[in-house]
């Protein structure tokens, strides 16, 4: 299995224009697995899918952050 470590804005900012990175990737295999589990029962998953709303919310926060720094 995959590191499950967060990806850095470091990362981010090195990877190759085509590769796709998820900094959220933690979140959204817990929120799948959560599904197969429950049978595709949203509503069983609802704190998974919150969860990685607020991950994506907060990543898309930092990288705004570090373009207004001009550190990407």
Same mark, same amino acid.
């Given at each position: 299995?995959?590191? !499950?470590?967060?990806?850095?804005?470091?990362? #981010?900012?090195?990877?190759? !224009?085509?590769? #796709?990175?998820? !900094?959220?990737?933690? &979140?959204?295999?817990?929120? =799948?697995?959560? %599904? @197969?589990?429950? =049978? =595709?029962?949203? @509503? *069983?998953?609802?704190? %998974? #899918?919150?969860? =990685?709303? &607020?991950?994506?919310?907060?990543?898309?926060? &930092?990288?705004?952050? *570090?373009?207004?720094?001009?550190? %990407?």
């Amino acid at each position: 299995e995959k590191d !499950p470590r967060r990806i850095t804005l470091k990362e #981010f900012q090195n990877k190759q !224009p085509s590769k #796709f990175l998820d !900094p959220c990737a933690i &979140e959204r295999r817990n929120s =799948y697995k959560c %599904l @197969e589990e429950n =049978y =595709y029962d949203g @509503e *069983a998953c609802r704190e %998974l #899918f919150e969860d =990685y709303r &607020e991950c994506k919310k907060m990543w898309l926060a &930092e990288r705004a952050r *570090a373009r207004r720094a001009g550190e %990407l």
